[in-house]
């Protein structure tokens, strides 16, 4: 594994000191447990393994293989002590890697082909090309101040080449919109992916080259306002590499909050005169919700979307449950099991269209409606849908024709 330069290493060490003494607060009141989608499932106690590391050190919990059961969801925040559960996890997985350790079912999904991208593009010295996608007639620049960050989406739906995935088009109606409130955003090829993934997968070293890299070449473009399409790469650059490397240069920002504060609503007041037919409801990812605030933007597109009633689930913004697949990892029987719960509470709710703006939570849900047991015959539900919300403005917003 590569060493981490000086700076980086200083501030990790700084950072893990303080997470590390803040475990010894904890007065083992279960409240975390009792939240964790990972109990539910009985792969991970949260409890138990910060009484642990309390006892043990960190090195003692990195060799317990239940912390890669561990979602990094972020719901056991509700910790009165302010624990940062998902953050000890991730220090114990970066010691499992680092002695070798790692369990089977640290393998992500997929064949690990995320994670491989991330590899590839970190230590490739070629940059990548990231805006070479079919457009009809968007319009963007090499360079400007304004840019529009699209890390793998763009080759998403080829990576997830056995599921009929269309992330191009929601692509296309971001830009779309962004040329509707007047800007023509740079996308400039170059910057690479963020590394989310192999972040929560504990490889540091890969994360920090490609946080160094995007970082540097951001800074290079003058690029002021980055316009990130993807809640986890959004949270990767606007949260991760400042802890790491200090200050970005451009403001981080998710496409949703950039275009209700530029006005794209006001844009879509025609919605008014047609009739509701579809009923939607808008699942939070975790990454967004829980991890960076960001609630409302997603629902205020949603609901002034021509036709759309937004329908409110049960578990909601703070409350939403994960997925149960970050990074790719927990592809599993359990994870299955939460995203089914998830689907059903939809489908209950009568729900048409089950809305979120995260391509892995769409891969995931995607996954599992397939094998969702149909409802018996004699109630008359329209099928449940999952998709994308950028997908959703493309298709019902701009009328684009799928890929
Ligand atoms: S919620 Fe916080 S204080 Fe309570 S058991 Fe969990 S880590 Fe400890
Ligand atoms: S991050 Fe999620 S899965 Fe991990 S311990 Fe906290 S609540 Fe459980």
């Known amino acids: 594994m590569t060493e981490l330069p000086s700076a980086v290493q200083a501030n990790l060490q700084k950072d893990f000191a303080a997470l590390q003494k803040r475990t010894l607060l904890c007065y083992q009141c279960s409240k975390c447990t009792s939240v964790c989608p990972a109990f539910r499932i009985a792969q991970f106690n949260p409890r138990s393994f910060i009484l642990a590391a309390v006892n043990g050190g960190i090195d003692a919990v990195a060799k317990d293989k239940t912390i890669w ?5 972020s719901s056991c925040q509700v910790c009165p002590m302010g624990i940062d559960i998902p953050s000890m996890v991730l220090l114990a997985r970066l010691r499992s890697l680092r002695n070798d350790n790692a369990p089977p079912a640290a393998k992500t999904g997929h064949r ?9 593009q970190a230590a490739s010295p070629v940059p990548p090309v990231t805006n070479k996608w079919p457009l009809n007639h968007q319009k963007f620049t090499e360079r400007g101040k304004v840019a529009l960050y699209t890390g793998l ?8 080449y056995n599921y009929d995935l269309d992330f191009v088009t929601g692509l296309r109606a971001v830009l779309e919109a962004m040329n509707l409130v007047g800007v023509e955003p740079a996308i400039p090829a170059g910057i690479k992916d963020s590394g989310h993934d192999v972040y929560y997968g504990g490889d540091e070293s890969t994360f920090i080259s490609l946080a160094q890299y995007n970082r540097d070449v951001v800074e290079k473009l003058g690029i002021e306002t980055l316009v990130v399409v993807n809640p986890e790469d959004y949270h990767a650059m606007k949260h991760l590499y400042p802890k790491y490397l200090g200050p970005m240069s451009a403001d981080v920002v998710f496409w949703t909050d950039f275009l209700v504060e530029k006005g794209f609503v006001e844009k879509l007041r025609y919605q008014a005169y047609l009739d509701v037919e579809i009923h939607a409801a808008y699942h939070d990812p975790c990454k967004l919700g829980r991890r960076s605030g960001i609630y409302a933007s997603p629902r205020v597109i949603l609901e002034n979307m021509p036709g759309i009633k937004l329908v409110q689930l049960r578990d909601e913004k703070e409350l939403a449950p994960c997925c149960g697949v970050t990074a790719f990892i927990g592809c599993d029987d359990g994870s299955l099991y939460l995203r089914h719960e998830r ?4 489908r209950d709710l009568g729900v048409d269209l089950l809305v979120t703006t995260c391509p892995s939570c769409v891969s995931h849900y995607s996954c599992a409606l397939a094998s969702l047991q149909p409802l018996d015959n004699s109630q008359k539900a329209k099928p449940l849908q999952v998709v994308e919300l950028g997908t959703l403005m493309g298709t019902r917003l701009f009328h684009f024709d799928k890929k």
């Open 69 to 73: 059961g561990c979602r990094n969801c």
């Open 153 to 160: 989406m763009p080759i998403w739906d080829n990576l997830m």
């Open 112 to 120: 690990r082909i995320f994670n491989l991208a991330q590899r590839i």
């Open 343 to 346: 689907l059903k509470e939809a």
